[in-house]
């Protein structure tokens, strides 16, 4: 089993996806790196040897923000919009969607669940 960037990457898959794993890398990422490294992108993770392990991470290390840069780098960019007091960083902080959705339907996602509050009956009066 291949360990690149903290990741360990599945045995049975092909290189090409099996990078995907690394957050960050997506499929086109991918196929870049494995032609900067030369790997063939049909070979399974489980083939490969020592020397091309090592160019992977080479290649990751050296042009591509992954793994825990990337995550601190997003949460320093979303602090500065909180700090900014701009509209993307108010919805931020009120967990609404900030990208000009419609928030009276279909917002589950960031607004979460509702729980609804109907029927409730009044105490009799004595």
């Known amino acids: ?11 049975d898959k092909r290189i090409e996806i099996a990078l995907t794993y690394i957050y960050g890398i997506g499929f086109s990422s991918s196929n870049n790196i494995l032609q900067k490294t030369g790997i063939d ?10 020397q091309e ?6 290649v990751l290390e ?20 909180l700090d900014t007091g701009c509209y993307r960083g108010k919805r931020y902080r009120l967990e609404l ?7 009276r ?10 729980k609804t509050v ?3 009956k009044k105490a009799p009066r004595k």
């Open 53 to 58: 392990v090592i160019s992977l991470r080479e």
């Open 105 to 114: 339907t279909n917002a589950r996602t960031r607004r979460g669940t509702k």
């Open 118 to 120: 109907a029927g409730k």
């Open 62 to 81: 050296n042009d591509y923000d992954v793994e825990g840069d990337l995550k601190r780098l997003e949460s320093i960019n979303i602090k500065r919009l």
């Open 97 to 103: 969607p900030l990208r000009g959705q419609r928030t």
């Open 1 to 11: 089993m291949a360990r690149i960037a903290g990741v360990d990457l599945p045995k």
């Open 41 to 50: 992108k049909n070979k399974r993770c489980k083939d490969l040897n020592d």
